[in-house]
């Protein structure tokens, strides 16, 4: 048996009250994504046509949906990889049509299928790396002795405390995932961004990976988007259908999968008699 990322009362009582774990939110009203007529189009191609999406702080939604549906798009141009127009407000700003680090200073963090971490480094130094961008320049020229808690909270919380010393590159595919997402966590990112973070994973690591965005998304405005359909019913507390760029369908696992035009559009399957 294998033992998913944990994280300890110890761990969850580093920083003082009202600050940040590891970058999401302890106190205040929550925060939210709200999404207006979002579209996207290239070069007369319609890819998002009008989305409108909500999600709230502790929320863990999935966004699925047919190949070509448009998901990556709306992550895309939620963090400025691509033009849209509508509206993307993130608790009160409005982040549609900045630029990319500009969102990102907002604290909107993404990944993509494909971890991208600083091979040649060992794990505590990409994560401490992703740190500086909340450091002012003057405190990046000044030699550390220590690890900040931030760093700290966030190797345990991914699980890979024991593995701080380790180069990136020789990480199993899972972890490559899991520090990845531990470097949004000390980049303060309040608004996770997910592209199908269990691609390639085995079993196991599935599993630490569902346990692990349960524990960061109870504090953070969090969409992931997935495909493996028995991933989505055992870890999302609510669904975003979409297909050819638009909203078919949205609910919980069971309301969007009761609707027949999930069943015949992604499913395809009918409901059965009697259910």
Avoid: C
């Amino acid at each position: 048996m294998t033992t998913a990322p944990n994280t300890s009362p110890a761990a969850a009582s580093l920083l003082p009250k009202g600050r940040p774990l590891a970058g999401g939110q302890r106190t205040g009203r929550p925060q939210y994504l709200e999404i207006r007529g979002l579209r996207v189009v290239f070069d007369g191609f319609t890819a998002v046509d009008g989305v409108n999406l909500d999600v709230t702080q502790g929320d863990l939604r999935f966004l699925i949906g047919p190949n070509g549906a448009g998901k990556t798009t709306i992550i895309d141009a939620i963090t400025g990889l691509v033009p849209a127009t509508g509206s993307v407000n993130h608790t009160g700003t409005e982040i549609l049509g900045r630029k990319v680090h500009r969102i990102a200073k907002l604290g909107v963090g993404r990944t993509f299928q494909t971890a991208s971490v600083f091979e040649n480094l060992s794990v505590l130094q990409n994560l401490d790396i992703a740190a500086g961008s909340r450091r002012r320049p003057l405190e990046l020229l000044r030699r550390r002795r220590n690890t900040e808690p931030a760093v700290e909270e966030a190797l345990e919380i991914i699980g890979l405390e024991r593995l701080a010393s380790r180069q990136a590159g020789t990480l199993a595919h899972g972890q490559k995932q899991w520090l990845e997402i531990g470097m949004l966590l000390v980049q303060n990112s309040e608004l996770l961004l997910l592209d199908e973070p269990i691609a390639g994973m085995s079993q196991d690591e599935r599993a630490q990976t569902g346990e692990l965005l349960r524990r960061i998304g109870a504090n953070r405005i969090t969409l992931v988007i997935e495909h493996d359909m028995d991933f989505v019913r055992e870890y999302a507390t609510s669904v975003t259908v979409l297909a050819a760029g638009k909203v078919l369908s949205e609910g919980s696992v069971a309301q969007v999968q009761a609707d027949p035009r999930v069943q015949e559009v992604y499913l395809g399957a009918a409901p059965a008699e009697g259910h």
